[in-house]
């Protein structure tokens, strides 16, 4: 759901198609430009950010489930702290949006 909502902002904020001329190396008006570039990678860090930190958050969750899976098994009152862990795991990924948020709003249009 994080990737999705993600996508929709990064597309809004998507630079104007460039027009690549490969043979020339100087400078004319078709040419994308320094800060086209650079909004493009700002962009790619932006879902790559997003990513990581949810493939972390469900690592964290999986193994934190598992945890709590056999200790509910052999002490049912360990249940609820260790559920509370599991929901400061899964926050992860809603902080990664929140810093994707924030590095896409440095790309200027």
């Known amino acids: 759901i994080y ?3 993600m996508a929709i902002i990064m597309v809004s904020r998507l630079p104007s198609q460039c027009d690549w001329t490969y043979t020339s190396i100087t400078s004319t008006d078709d040419q994308c430009s320094c800060v ?7 962009l790619f860090t932006t879902g790559l950010t997003v990513g990581l930190s ?5 690592i964290c969750v999986g193994v934190t489930g598992s945890g709590c899976a056999l200790a509910d098994a052999q002490e049912a009152s360990l249940f ?4 509370i862990v599991e929901i400061f795991g899964s926050a992860l990924g809603l902080f990664g949006v929140i810093v994707g948020i924030i590095q896409s709003q440095g790309v200027s249009g």
């Open 80 to 83: 609820v702290k260790i559920l």
């Open 3 to 5: 990737g999705v909502i």
């Open 54 to 58: 949810n493939l972390f958050c469900g």
């Open 36 to 42: 086209v570039i650079s909004n493009c990678y700002s």
